[in-house]
């Protein structure tokens, strides 16, 4: 991003790929550390449809394996 004087919001994700949603990745963090499930509100949402790296492989990134 520096070295290319990119500025803005970039996705660093595969194309594909659909986020899961707060209440899924919090109960993975919860269930992980062996703590209660956290009570969610819906504050805050997460996307429901995949994001695309469009922006930054045109920018010149590429994704390695």
């Known amino acids: 991003m520096v070295t290319n004087d990119l ?10 790929a659909v986020p899961p949603t707060n209440r899924e990745f ?3 963090i919860s ?3 062996g703590l ?3 009570t969610y509100r ?3 949402a997460t ?3 995949p994001i695309s790296s469009a922006r930054l492989r ?8």
């Open 7 to 16: 500025t803005g919001p970039f996705n660093a994700v595969p194309d594909t």
């Open 26 to 28: 919090f109960a993975r």
């Open 31 to 33: 269930t992980g550390s």
């Open 36 to 38: 209660p499930q956290l």
């Open 42 to 44: 819906a504050e805050i």
């Open 47 to 49: 996307p429901t449809v």
């Open 58 to 65: 045109a920018a010149g990134f590429s994704f390695r394996p």
